[in-house]
């Protein structure tokens, strides 16, 4: 088959350099492609042989050399069935045995050291000897298959060095190590990868799902969002229709009353009109009588005469008391009015608005699909009334949107602390008859304060407290595992986050931190304190609720645990998962042993 490639450009045409199709022969006995001579011979005036230049006579009658075309057909047949044996392309591994131009080998034997053709391997093929050599895929760099001390084939894996070694090393530098052939060391780290393989096909297709979960959710949200958009538009549309409708009936009440004017002035005018035609008729008769000089005539008429000073006393009495309302008719105008009313209903639309946006910028899905679906059932095609009073601060915000209900828990409980039977007041101090010791509960000296039963470890969460029966007090959280047996309050060094109040004949001041390192500077005592948690910002916010007014808050809170690569491998490995998000317990405490003292978790009550 090599040899074949030495004659290739037999079977290719010189004129287009291409295997022949359709060749003809010459009488000067070279052949081309049929199209190619014929042409070649149309381009030039010249008939003669694009090769030896020999000139014909005429063009001669050419036809197709049908065995050579065999001999063609044959030889592209046998490239095609010895695809294997073609030349080596950059990149690829040539055999070692051909000459130049060298095939592309087929099969590298680890025991000659040597990549073959499939000529070249076919010794290796038939001879008993040589078919016990190792043939892989071919590769290139045999000299890294070499020990370069000893000059011999590496065989051997060593475990304790993590190395390839031949047999030479084994019996010198390596003799005390444990070493496995290369095959067993290979097919082990297999069994090894194949089992990483497997756990990363599962994170893979549990992250796949969290990606389908992920866009299904955005695409439901975005629906969701742009049904609701419409259902916005739709309310809008229906106050513009509603004050359009409104615009409408105040245009019509002032058409009506400038009508009704207008007709009560036509009923004057005509009156009017009636009573100038009147006096004129009356007028022209008496200039015809002072126009007389028929003094007998005169007197004659001057009782028909005596009519007209009634008749004019008459019409001065009437004619005045149409101007007045002419002129209130003219005069009149609702512009001020129109202007007035629209105004405080522009400024209070605006502010329903400005709290609206608020109150949606803030909710962060607080809504609950009940009120939805209420606020759909209340919606008619009129636009109807408020039914829902927007929050004015953002504590009422925090309020309406986050509020928990929270209950002591009596486990572990102090022996000097007493927990009412609904959970929601602690006192310091014995003898109170509604006051229960849980009597089933372990009782400690050791931890000064009660946690609340719920934990948190993820959203927002606010309750509030009522400290104002107290003298000294705790409020926050502490962050799970919480060390019962320490004989303080909990520090941001224990995963505490406290808020204190300390008011006695001495001192009265409020703190951040049990440990008293941040004073604050307060205007007044605050009597009920709300506490607001955002789990995934890390933030605590505590609040005065009386005076509405922010106390302290603590950021950057590292509630979520950072696990380390490591860690997590090993938790991987041994089948476990490691909760970097531990739960947040509210936490209640005194600082002083005063039996009046006493904190209450109140309801939270959504204020307007």
């Given at each position: 088959?090599?040899?074949?490639?030495?004659?290739?450009?037999?079977?290719?045409?010189?004129?287009?350099?291409?295997?022949?199709t359709?060749?003809?022969?010459?009488?000067?006995?070279h052949?081309?492609?049929k199209?190619?001579?014929t042409?070649?011979?149309?381009?030039?005036?010249?008939?003669?042989?694009?090769?030896?230049k020999?000139?014909?006579?005429?063009?001669?009658?050419?036809?197709?050399n049908?065995?050579?075309?065999?001999?063609v057909?044959h030889?592209?047949n046998?490239?095609?069935?010895?695809?294997?044996?073609?030349?080596?392309?950059?990149?690829?591994?040539?055999?070692d045995?051909?000459?130049?131009?060298?095939l592309?080998?087929?099969?590298?034997?680890?025991?000659?050291?040597?990549?073959?053709c499939?000529?070249?391997l076919?010794?290796?093929?038939?001879?008993?000897?040589?078919?016990?050599?190792?043939?892989?895929?071919?590769v290139?760099?045999?000299?890294?298959?070499?020990?370069?001390k000893?000059?011999?084939?590496?065989?051997?894996?060593?475990?304790f060095?993590?190395?390839c070694?031949c047999?030479?090393?084994?019996?010198?530098?390596?003799?005390?190590?444990?070493?496995?052939?290369?095959?067993?060391?290979?097919?082990?780290?297999?069994?090894?990868?194949d089992?990483?393989?497997?756990?990363?096909?599962?994170?893979?297709?549990?992250?796949?799902?969290?990606?389908?979960e992920?866009?299904?959710?955005?695409?439901?949200s975005?629906?969701?969002?742009e049904?609701?958009?419409?259902?916005?538009?739709?309310?809008?549309?229906a106050?513009?229709?509603?004050?359009?409708?409104?615009?409408?009936?105040?245009i019509?009440?002032?058409?009506?009353?400038?009508?009704?004017?207008?007709?009560?002035?036509?009923?004057q005018l005509?009156?009017?009109?009636?009573?100038?035609?009147?006096?004129?008729?009356?007028?022209?008769?008496?200039?015809?009588?002072?126009?007389?000089e028929?003094?007998?005539?005169?007197?004659q008429?001057?009782?028909?005469?005596?009519?007209i000073?009634?008749?004019?006393?008459r019409?001065?009495?009437?004619s005045?008391?149409?101007?007045?309302?002419?002129?209130?008719?003219?005069?009149?105008?609702?512009?001020?009015?129109?202007?007035?009313?629209?105004?405080?209903?522009?400024?209070?639309?605006?502010?329903?608005?400005?709290?609206?946006?608020?109150?949606?910028?803030?909710s962060?899905?607080c809504?609950?699909?009940?009120?939805?679906d209420?606020a759909?059932e209340?919606?008619?095609?009129?636009?109807?009334?408020?039914?829902?009073?927007?929050?004015?601060?953002?504590?009422?915000?925090?309020?309406?949107?986050y509020?928990?209900?929270?209950?002591?828990?009596?486990?572990?409980?102090?022996?000097?602390?007493?927990?009412?039977?609904?959970?929601?007041?602690l006192?310091?101090?014995?003898?109170?008859?509604?006051?229960?010791?849980?009597?089933?509960?372990?009782?400690?000296?050791?931890?000064p304060?009660?946690?609340?039963?719920?934990?948190?470890?993820?959203g927002?969460?606010?309750?509030?407290?009522?400290?104002?029966?107290?003298?000294?007090?705790?409020?926050?959280v502490v962050?799970?595992p919480?060390?019962?047996?320490?004989?303080s309050?909990?520090?941001?060094?224990?995963?505490?986050?406290?808020?204190?109040?300390?008011y006695?004949?001495?001192?009265?001041?409020?703190?951040?931190?049990?440990?008293?390192?941040s004073?604050?500077?307060?205007?007044?005592?605050?009597?009920t304190?709300?506490?607001?948690?955002?789990?995934?910002?890390?933030?605590i916010?505590f609040?005065?609720?009386?005076?509405?007014?922010?106390?302290?808050?603590?950021t950057?809170?590292?509630?979520i645990?950072?696990?380390?690569?490591?860690?997590?491998?090993?938790?991987?490995?041994?089948?476990?998962?490691?909760?970097?998000?531990?739960?947040?317990?509210?936490?209640?405490?005194?600082?002083?042993?005063?039996p009046?003292?006493?904190?209450?978790?109140?309801?939270?009550?959504?204020?307007?």
């Amino acid at each position: 088959m090599a040899s074949s490639f030495l004659y290739e450009e037999q079977f290719l045409c010189s004129i287009c350099l291409d295997a022949f199709t359709e060749p003809v022969t010459t009488p000067c006995g070279h052949n081309y492609c049929k199209s190619c001579i014929t042409g070649y011979w149309a381009s030039t005036d010249l008939i003669q042989c694009p090769l030896c230049k020999k000139k014909f006579h005429k063009r001669p009658q050419l036809q197709v050399n049908t065995e050579f075309r065999d001999m063609v057909e044959h030889f592209n047949n046998m490239r095609v069935r010895g695809g294997d044996d073609i030349l080596a392309k950059p990149g690829e591994v040539p055999c070692d045995i051909c000459l130049e131009p060298k095939l592309k080998a087929q099969k590298t034997c680890l025991v000659c050291l040597a990549s073959y053709c499939q000529t070249h391997l076919e010794p290796h093929q038939r001879v008993t000897n040589l078919k016990k050599h190792q043939l892989i895929d071919p590769v290139s760099n045999l000299e890294d298959r070499v020990c370069k001390k000893h000059d011999k084939t590496l065989e051997f894996f060593c475990n304790f060095d993590q190395k390839c070694i031949c047999s030479m090393c084994l019996k010198e530098e390596h003799a005390t190590h444990e070493a496995v052939a290369l095959e067993q060391a290979s097919r082990e780290r297999k069994a090894g990868v194949d089992y990483v393989m497997s756990e990363i096909k599962v994170m893979e297709n549990s992250k796949s799902r969290s990606i389908k979960e992920i866009k299904y959710t955005v695409e439901q949200s975005k629906r969701r969002s742009e049904k609701e958009i419409a259902d916005i538009s739709e309310v809008f549309t229906a106050l513009v229709v509603s004050l359009q409708r409104g615009q409408a009936e105040l245009i019509e009440v002032i058409q009506e009353k400038q009508r009704a004017a207008q007709e009560e002035a036509e009923d004057q005018l005509t009156q009017l009109e009636q009573e100038v035609a009147e006096l004129r008729r009356r007028r022209s008769e008496m200039e015809q009588l002072l126009q007389s000089e028929d003094h007998l005539c005169f007197l004659q008429s001057w009782p028909s005469l005596s009519h007209i000073e009634g008749l004019f006393e008459r019409l001065s009495r009437s004619s005045p008391a149409f101007t007045p309302d002419l002129t209130a008719i003219s005069q009149q105008s609702y512009v001020g009015t129109v202007k007035k009313t629209v105004a405080q209903m522009e400024k209070t639309l605006s502010n329903e608005m400005e709290m609206l946006i608020h109150e949606v910028r803030l909710s962060d899905g607080c809504e609950a699909a009940e009120q939805r679906d209420a606020a759909e059932e209340l919606m008619t095609d009129e636009f109807v009334e408020e039914v829902w009073t927007p929050p004015q601060d953002k504590l009422m915000m925090i309020q309406q949107c986050y509020a928990v209900d929270v209950t002591l828990d009596t486990n572990m409980l102090h022996s000097k602390f007493m927990v009412s039977k609904d959970g929601k007041q602690l006192r310091y101090g014995e003898g109170l008859l509604f006051f229960f010791s849980n009597l089933l509960g372990a009782r400690s000296e050791n931890q000064p304060f009660v946690l609340g039963k719920e934990g948190f470890s993820s959203g927002k969460f606010y309750y509030q407290v009522r400290v104002s029966g107290s003298k000294s007090w705790v409020l926050g959280v502490v962050k799970e595992p919480v060390n019962r047996k320490k004989r303080s309050i909990p520090t941001l060094e224990d995963g505490g986050w406290t808020l204190c109040g300390l008011y006695n004949d001495f001192q009265e001041e409020c703190f951040a931190n049990s440990d008293r390192s941040s004073l604050l500077n307060l205007k007044q005592r605050p009597q009920t304190v709300g506490v607001f948690v955002d789990y995934d910002k890390g933030e605590i916010s505590f609040f005065d609720v009386d005076a509405r007014t922010l106390i302290y808050s603590y950021t950057q809170c590292a509630f979520i645990q950072n696990v380390p690569t490591m860690t997590a491998f090993l938790y991987f490995m041994t089948g476990t998962t490691f909760n970097n998000r531990p739960k947040l317990h509210p936490v209640f405490g005194f600082f002083e042993e005063d039996p009046n003292n006493m904190l209450e978790i109140t309801p939270v009550a959504c204020e307007t």
